[in-house]
């Protein structure tokens, strides 16, 4: 990022985004419909269930297929459990960009559980490329559930070590309260999501608005911000982990049996001309997938609606007038995830 | 700054100092890994069929394989994994129907040499001579 | 006879000189036994304290530490010495040479120069001067300067700003330091070390002056560039600060200095709060110099807690912290003593 500065205040801030560009939609465009997936890992890799989710709905309404019940049900476990690694790895990085070491390996201890648990279930830990079209690729192990249900309880303890450590922090607080003030008209403008649009008090959750898969059967709240400053953001992404916990709690209850892949034929072979768009509300803000067919196997266009890369655009606007320390700070609160900002 | 927060914070780091490391101490002890683990790949060469699915599925053209047809089967001649491109995605083991390939639980796999990375599974030159000069007009191989 | 065994052998080589007729050179001999016996001290202590730190970071945060190099890793820093020994010391080519290899030289000197007044034991003063407790502020806070110079003359812009934040952080912390110790002065009336430390006979000063251990804490912290006032090595636009440009053996010289000054205030706060050498309980049979190791690492491991705790904080929040609440509160602090004092010895007691 290039920084004009003036003594010591920054006048203006350019983004220089393209080191990590790995050229994954035009990949995209050579492999078949199911040889992408692994490939959409690798765009967010914090929270790599939440981006096949994306995909592979994509592609379910682009070619109709049904999906089963407790496939359903399992990708949402896998999403929200996703979405609280995410979160906890902000909560570790923004830790340490303020400058609390300590409050680095925390977190990150316990998103080793978390990652514990996809290994257990996929076999990777963070490009998992665990959901296929029409379903998932394989069935839960039995200790799987009992090892969620563990974490699940621990975790509340976790937040409440967090809270103490950081978020209480008299020396957290002064550097992030009324730092990097967000308007919420200024953040409709630029076309923020997830938890910096929330954080600014804009009620606005894809989980809840335009429910995808399952999302309308659980009850949950949105955690919304009051000031759209730094430390309102750090909250709002901790009260969204308590919230995903309680999804996943209730998802567990309702865990249904059956089988995990639905009808899909073996090549896979959407209508010519057949174009969607899906979104989901991804960890660091709304994933589109834009998926155009041309009735091979192949996608003929895959363009990905990538958060990170739109809430960088703010950047700028944020920034500016505040001094170098604050940069640090009002960067590591968006959360962007440098694979999924290049692709 | 005279507050709570402050001591909260030392209290934390004080019990934390106390409690049981979560780290292992690599390598004498070894991290436990599920079943499900993506390692390394090993070859049943009995159960292959070479069709070729699994060269087909992976999406890096990782696996180089070649057979020849001895009578009405085929037979594989030498089967090769590229390991430098793979991605650990598991879409060649899941896509084999007759299960022959499979993940094992090896995580160790840096080499010194970038010939090295080729993951040999399956090597078996005699095969394809055998097949040639049985024949008579070799196919493949 | 534990007690007084580093006297014990000062005293040896003083009559070394006494009995072969020269008084002279049994002075010089024993003054080069204490150079010997403060260098070893040093130089051991910060070798301890470096793996000392990692380990203890390591377990704040739930991992081993350094364990590999040697038995519980204690030749780690003897190993991180060997690599810097191998580095080069690349001198920027627009850098003002002759003032860029003399800061890391230099800043090594004030830090042995102070060990000179701090109390190891009973006895065990160096030198005992009258105005020991004011030698020491006013000898340590010579590193500032020449930190200036070393990130004045890396030529750098980093380096610039680093070490502009080093010479403010500095300078305004080292008044709610001497403001916090001048109620220490107070109660004992007078600058002598030893004096300080007989004075705690009866009671710790930590006990009679508490909201001044807590200034004193807090700007010592600063003093000495540790987190939460890192902001000059830390954060300075993400760069090491005034240390950027120098790499290998010069690197390892500033780190020696950042040590042994945390060992001298630590020495510092035994000395004015701990009671230094005094056995607390009247356990006088642990000997005194080991009484005051102890003591000496029981401030040290304090404030390497605090740095593993804490964020950092920002330069302006610093100065507004140091110049609005640290001073007014230990100016308060001299007051209420005062106060206190008068009232003590107009009852009598």
């Known amino acids: 990022m290039i920084l004009r500065l003036d003594h010591e205040v920054i006048t203006e801030a350019i983004p220089v985004v393209g080191y990590l560009h790995r050229g994954l939609e035009k990949l995209a465009e050579a492999r078949t419909y199911t040889q992408v997936i692994p490939y959409t890992d690798r765009m967010d890799y914090l929270a790599a269930m939440l981006n096949n989710l994306g995909y592979v709905q994509a592609v379910e309404k682009l070619a109709g297929i049904e999906v089963p019940e407790r496939a359903e049900y399992i990708r949402v476990i896998c999403a929200e459990l996703s979405r609280i690694a995410s979160h906890l790895l902000f909560v570790a990085t923004f830790a340490m960009d303020v400058g609390a070491v300590t409050g680095f390996m925390y977190p990150f201890r316990d998103r080793e559980r978390v990652l514990d648990l996809f290994e257990m279930v996929s076999g990777s830990r963070m490009t998992v490329s665990y959901m296929r079209i029409g379903g998932v690729a394989e069935d839960l192990p039995e200790e799987f559930l009992p090892t969620l249900k563990k974490f699940l309880d621990d975790l509340p303890a976790c937040i409440d070590e967090y809270n103490g450590l950081i978020t209480g922090n008299e020396i957290f607080q002064a550097r992030t309260k009324n730092v990097g003030r967000l308007d919420p008209q200024v953040a409709i403008n630029y076309g923020i999501s997830g938890p910096v649009l929330r954080a600014s008090g804009v009620y606005y959750d894809l989980r ?32 969204e982990i308590e919230q995903s916990a309680r999804i996943i709690r209730q998802a567990m209850e309702q865990l249904p049996e059956g089988p995990i892949m639905g009808k899909v034929p073996k090549v896979l072979r959407p209508p010519k001309g057949a174009e969607v768009y899906h979104e989901i509300e991804g960890a660091k803000g709304i994933l589109g997938f834009y998926l155009v067919s041309d009735g091979s196997n192949r996608p003929y266009r895959m363009h990905v609606r990538a958060p990170s890369f739109i809430n960088l655009g703010l950047i700028n606007e944020m920034v500016r007038g505040w001094k170098v320390a604050d940069v640090i700070a009002i960067l590591g609160s968006i959360d962007i995830c440098l694979g999924e900002v290049d692709r | 700054m005279f507050g709570q927060g402050l001591l909260k914070g030392l209290q934390i780091t004080w019990r934390e100092f106390f409690n049981k490391k979560v780290t292992i101490l690599y390598p004498e002890q070894r991290p436990p890994l599920p079943p499900r ?75 010194y040499t970038r010939e090295d990375l080729a993951l040999v599974l399956a090597k078996a030159p005699a095969v394809a001579e055998a097949a040639a000069a049985g024949q008579g007009e070799g196919e493949g191989a | 006879m534990l007690e007084n065994l580093f006297v014990a052998i000062g005293d040896w080589f003083n009559n070394l000189g006494a009995r072969a007729g020269a008084p002279y050179w049994g002075d010089l001999l024993e003054l080069v036994w204490i150079l010997v016996a403060i260098l070893v001290f040093l130089g051991l202590g910060v070798a301890m304290l470096v793996l000392l730190e990692r380990r203890v970071a390591g377990f704040i945060q739930v991992r081993y530490g350094p364990n590999r190099v040697g038995p519980q890793g204690i030749l780690q820093t003897i190993a991180d010495m060997v690599k810097l020994l191998g580095k080069e010391i690349i001198i920027p080519r627009a850098a003002d040479k002759v003032l860029f290899l003399l800061a890391p030289v230099l800043i090594v000197v004030p830090v042995v120069m102070v060990f000179a007044v701090v109390p190891f034991g009973k006895d065990m003063i160096p030198i005992d001067m009258n105005i020991g407790l004011f030698y020491f502020i006013s000898v340590a806070s010579l590193t500032t300067i020449i930190l200036w110079m070393g990130g004045w003359a890396s030529n750098n812009k980093y380096s610039l700003v680093g070490a502009m934040r080093v010479v403010s952080q500095m300078v305004s912390y080292e008044v ?174």
């Open chain 3, 176 to 349: 709610p330091l001497v403001l916090s110790l001048l109620g220490v002065v107070m109660l004992v009336g007078s600058l002598k070390i030893s004096d300080i430390v007989r004075a705690q006979e009866h009671i710790w000063f930590i006990f009679t002056q508490p909201v001044a251990f807590l200034i004193y804490i807090v700007a010592a912290c600063a003093e000495v560039k540790r987190v939460p006032f890192d902001l000059v090595e830390g954060e300075s636009e993400i760069i090491a600060g005034p240390y950027t440009e120098y790499g290998g053996m010069a690197y390892a010289l500033f780190m020696l200095a950042e040590y042994g000054e945390l060992i001298l205030i630590s020495a510092l706060a035994t000395t004015c709060f701990l009671g230094g050498w005094l056995a607390p309980f009247g356990l006088t049979f642990i000997p005194s110099w080991l009484w005051f190791f102890i003591k000496l690492h029981i401030m040290i491991l304090f404030f390497m807690w605090l740095r593993w705790t804490y964020p950092r904080i920002r330069v302006d929040q610093l100065m507004h912290f140091g110049w609005k609440v640290l001073v007014p509160l230990s100016l308060a602090n001299i007051f209420i003593t005062g106060i206190g004092m008068y009232v003590y010895r107009a009852l009598g007691w």
């Open chain 2, 37 to 111: 683990f993506h390692g390394s790949f090993r070859l049943d060469v009995e159960k292959c069929i070479a069709c070729g699915i699994c060269a087909g599925a992976c999406p890096n053209r990782v696996i180089k394989m070649d057979s020849v047809r001895v009578g009405k089967k085929r037979q594989l001649t030498s089967y090769v994994m590229y390991m430098q491109y793979c991605l650990f995605c598991g879409l060649c083991v899941e896509s084999c129907n007759q299960e022959a390939l499979h993940f094992t639980q090896d995580f160790e796999l840096a080499k």
């Open chain 1, 208 to 239: 809840k608005l335009r429910p995808y898969g399952i999302y309308d059967r659980f009850d949950f709240e949105v955690p919304l911000g009051k000031n759209g400053d730094c430390f309102d953001r750090f909250v709002v992404r901790i009260k």
